[in-house]
Nanobody, 116 residues
Framework: QVQLVESGGGLVQPGGSLRLSCAAS????????MYWYRQAPGKEREMVAF????????NYANSVKGRFTISRDNAKNTVYLQMNSLKFEDTAVYYC?????????WGQGTQVTVSS
C-alpha cells in the first residue's frame, strides 16, 4: 500500500522551529522528486520547497527562502522540512508530495500553527 505520512507539526511561537518528516512506504522514494506544499485557511495550496531525487537540487518559495530547508534520506525513505524563524503567516497544513511522472502521491498533511 502506497503511503506518505507527515509528522512533526504542532504549535510553536513566532521565531521558533519545527522539523517536519514525510515517511514513504509502498514505493521507492529515491525515484521520486519531492515537494512540500502548504495550505492556509481560505488560501490556495502553494509549493514551499522542492528537492530532486538525489538531493543535489533544491528550490524554495520566496516566502520561506533562507528559513526553511528541505532534505531527504533515501535510505530511510524519508523527506524532511526544517523550518526556522517561523512567522504567523507560516500557519498552514503542510503536505508532502512525491512525483515520478505521471505518478504522484500525497500525504494527509500535518498542521503547523505559529501563535504567541
Amino acid at each position: 500500500q502506497v503511503q506518505l505520512v507527515e509528522s512533526g507539526g504542532g504549535l510553536v511561537q513566532p521565531g521558533g522551529s519545527l522539523r517536519l518528516s514525510c515517511a514513504a512506504s509502498g514505493f521507492i522514494l529515491s525515484r521520486y522528486h519531492m515537494y512540500w506544499y502548504r495550505q492556509a485557511p481560505g488560501k490556495e495550496r502553494e509549493m514551499v520547497a522542492f528537492i530532486t531525487t538525489t538531493g543535489r537540487t533544491t528550490n524554495y518559495a520566496n516566502s520561506v527562502k533562507g528559513r526553511f530547508t528541505i532534505s531527504r534520506d533515501n535510505a530511510k525513505n524519508t523527506v524532511y522540512l526544517q523550518m526556522n524563524s517561523l512567522k504567523f503567516e507560516d500557519t498552514a497544513v503542510y503536505y508532502c508530495n512525491a512525483v515520478y511522472s505521471p505518478e504522484t502521491y500525497w500525504g494527509q498533511g500535518t498542521q503547523v500553527t505559529v501563535s504567541s
